[in-house]
């Protein structure tokens, strides 16, 4: 019997080649190309480690971990993406715009698309807990125009720096939570609360590993918006509160100066004590590319 071709051993050397020549040739950024890629980058990085068999196991149980606390109201793995820079490299690369358009940042963990949607001057604040806050703003192309009918969805973390999907006993479903559209002079407005900075979950593997690490684990105060009109580019953004004083140090690589925004006072309500506040944005979108993003 004809013995077979001989493979070559596998060593520390040659092992990310030996596994790239077992995938099919393969177009440029095709599957084939990628996995090849990823490996190269992961044996790299253990050659320069060199773990132990049982850290090694510690990454493999880690990875479980972050599986396990991932479900449909908790996305860990989001958070892992988020709190490396990962998923902000990616927005960077994917949706470069002029400097007058407004620029994209990530989701982030705690997005739902199920929200309500509510008519223009509603309050998305369901159990009134907080600083009023009156959000009112425009959306328009680069060259000022308006643009009429413009998905706005928004969300934001309540007074303690929590989101209802983190409290679902405590928060009432969709708290602070909305969808609303532009009317004919792309404008829009509606009432919330004031927002608070919060420190990012940390009883999960994610937030523990990164704790232990050292690593700065707060994220300043915002609101998160995601604005859809058809035949432009859909942008996922923040607006950044500019006296939050962790501006510096967001722990997912989200703030941008043209985000940032003052929180403007506006004194108490009447026969109430509360403090409101008010703030005013403006949207400046960018026509889809024929790729089809919009």
Partial sequence: MTPGPMALNFSEANSHDMFAQ???????????QVLAAAVTHLHTLIR??????????????FLTDVGHASDER???????????????LVEEINSRRPKTATPNTVRGPFFRADVPQLPLG?????????????????????DGDPIANTEIITWQANAQGL?????????????LRGSFRTDADGRFHYRTIKPCGYGVPDDGPVGKLLRE????LRRPAHLHFIIKA???????????????PHLAEDAIFGVKPELVRSFERQGER??????????DLAFVMVRARQRGDT
């Fill in 22 to 32: 077992r995938l099919p040739p393969s177009k440029e950024h095709s599957l084939p």
């Fill in 48 to 61: 320069e480690v060199r773990p132990t068999q049982a850290e090694w196991r510690q990454v493999i149980e």
């Fill in 74 to 88: 908790r996305q860990e793995w989001v958070l892992l993406s988020d709190l490396l820079g990962a998923s902000a």
């Fill in 122 to 142: 509603g309050n998305i604040s369901l159990d009134g807990i907080g600083e009023t806050l009156e959000v009112s703003g425009r959306v328009q192309d680069l």
């Fill in 163 to 175: 989101y209802e999907n983190q409290q679902p006993d405590l928060q009432p479903e969709f708290n």
């Fill in 213 to 216: 690490a050292g690593y700065p």
């Fill in 230 to 244: 058809p035949g432009f580019e859909t942008i996922t953004t923040h607006i950044y509160d500019g006296s939050d």
């Fill in 270 to 279: 009447q026969g109430k004590g509360a403090t409101t506040w008010r703030l």
